[in-house]
């Protein structure tokens, strides 16, 4: 904890002046004796590299604001790469395109280097996956490494936050380093965790529910040919091995109930791991721990079978992929009706296009719920802004929604433009020197129109 001492002292710095990011604070603050050095001053802070918080930080730096991204992994991109949810979706709706920006830019570009296509985005598809686009995960978590370069960003993997502590303009962030414990100061703090860490030890309030959607481990799996296997005679043992206890209810659940389906999707995106609270380090470890035992009773019991005795995991994401688990209970909340009659809000700051897309929490189906022709949601500013902060952001899918809303609301191309607006707030927050609740909207749309956003309305 930070003494009062030495708060006053940090306060006259914050106020008094500025400081280039990564320079250290005056000799008093480093000197406490037993207490932990404020180490550099940004005016941004983001927290997490993911889906929304590498665009956010880009975002930031490209503005020329001093920006520090902290991501607990080794690389960004998050669900998109690290969990191998990369096919981002939907930029495109009815025809057009309604989300753009840094986002697009990047999974554009990504495409792009890999030689690939993009869909026909004039044709409305049958099905929304079909406008989602695949990008390779290895390019597109370079791509972002180098936009983060070129964008000035100081980058700290390998960190995540132990405390924060607000200040009147602004958070002490105390962060947990390969080293031990540093402290960083920041004008405005944007929480790209998708679990709301940031919020909750800032302690603002957040929404929890009772059923929460299952989570997934992406796979790939190789060595079979899929139209030579019996896919009765599968059915049949597998649902035998789990009645005779050989395999546990649970390793049903992950297939999804359904082996033929699991082998016929090569593993991609097909298992469901559930009953976990991925928002803490305690549930994230359950659901790594349980997702793989599952996988390898799984691929044992397989690799007995007729057809496939070569099968492989050729791949496996490094981590589980978590679909909810809080949201910040925001200054507005979008609420199912506003997302299925596709509301404007006065001061949105994006669109939303997704079907309500619920997987059922006990595993195995999933509600999914296309919006009726023409309608496009939006997300307004206060559902990223934590209800009663001042300099507080959340970015991804933890903005304030209710359950339906946040099923389609969490997808990608969402949460990147969601972070594309965040930045730009915080950016305003800092030259207005306001809250970001109180900046002038004009001045947001301009810069997100120069920087290739798509504005509402
Ligand atoms: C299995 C699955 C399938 C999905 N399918 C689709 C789909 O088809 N199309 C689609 O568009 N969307 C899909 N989604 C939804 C979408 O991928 C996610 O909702 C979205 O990527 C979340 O983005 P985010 O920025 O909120 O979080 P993330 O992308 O998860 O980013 C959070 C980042 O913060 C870091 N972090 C977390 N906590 C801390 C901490 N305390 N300190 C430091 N760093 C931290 C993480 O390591 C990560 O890098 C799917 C999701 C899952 C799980």
Redesign the pocket.
């Known amino acids: 904890m930070v003494s009062n001492t030495r708060r006053e002292f940090l306060h006259a710095s914050i106020v008094g002046g500025t400081l280039a990011a990564g320079e250290a604070v005056g000799k008093e603050a480093e000197a406490s004796a037993g207490e932990i050095p404020v180490k550099a001053g940004y005016d941004i802070a983001v927290?997490?590299?993911?889906?929304?918080?590498?665009i956010a930080a880009i975002q930031a730096g490209r503005l020329g604001l001093r920006t520090v991204l902290?991501?607990?992994?080794g690389?960004?991109?998050?669900?998109?790469?690290?969990?191998a949810?990369n096919?981002?979706?939907?930029f495109h709706a009815w025809g057009r395109q309604v989300i753009a920006g840094i986002g697009w830019e990047l999974v554009s570009r990504a495409v792009a280097e890999c030689g690939g296509q993009l869909p026909d985005f004039t044709v409305v598809p049958e099905r929304h996956?079909q406008h989602?686009v695949r990008v390779n995960r290895a390019v597109y978590a370079s791509l972002l490494c180098e936009a983060l370069q070129q964008a000035g960003v100081s980058v700290l993997f390998h960190?995540?936050?132990a405390q924060v502590e607000e200040q009147e303009e602004g958070f002490l962030l105390t962060?947990c380093t390969k080293t031990g414990l540093e402290t960083l100061r920041a004008g405005v703090v944007i929480d790209?965790?998708?679990?709301a860490?940031?919020v909750g030890l800032a302690g603002y309030p957040l929404v929890e529910h009772d059923t929460l959607q299952p989570?997934?481990?992406?796979l790939t799996l190789a060595g079979y040919d899929f139209d030579a296997l019996d896919k009765e005679h599968l059915r049949k043992v597998f649902q035998e091995a789990v009645e005779k206890g050989e395999l546990t209810p649970e390793d049903d659940t992950f297939v999804r109930r359904n082996i033929v389906g699991f082998l016929a999707a090569r593993g991609d995106?097909c298992?469901h791991v559930t009953n976990i609270n991925g928002r803490t380090s305690t549930g994230r470890s359950e659901a790594e721990l349980r997702s793989r035992t599952c996988l390898l009773h799984v691929y044992r019991f397989l690799r007995r079978q007729p057809g496939l005795e070569g099968l492989e995991i050729a791949f496996m994401a490094p981590?589980?992929?978590?679909?909810?688990t809080v949201t910040i209970q925001g200054e507005a909340t979008i609420t199912h009706e506003d997302y299925v009659s596709g509301r404007l809000w006065q001061d949105a700051v994006c669109y939303s296009f997704?079907p309500i897309?619920l997987?059922y929490a006990r595993g195995g189906g999933i509600d999914t719920r296309p919006l009726q022709p023409g309608t496009v949601p939006t997300v307004p500013r206060g559902a990223l802004v934590p209800k009663g902060s001042r300099r507080l952001l959340a970015?991804?899918?933890?903005?304030s929604s209710d359950r339906e809303a946040n099923s389609a609301l969490?997808?990608?191309?969402?949460?990147?433009a969601?972070?594309q607006a965040a930045a730009v707030l915080a950016a305003q927050a800092v030259r207005e020197n306001t809250g970001v609740m109180n900046v002038d909207m004009k001045g947001v749309y301009e810069i997100l129109r120069q920087h290739r956003a798509i504005v509402p309305g």
């Open positions: 927290v997490g590299a993911g889906t929304a918080g590498a902290i991501e607990k992994n690389m960004p991109g998050g669900t998109t790469t690290v969990a949810v096919f981002p979706g939907l996956p989602q960190t995540i936050p962060v790209a965790t998708g679990d860490n940031v989570g997934s481990l992406i995106n298992t981590e589980c992929g978590i679909r909810e997704y897309d997987h970015a991804g899918r933890c903005l969490r997808v990608q191309a969402t949460c990147m969601c972070g």
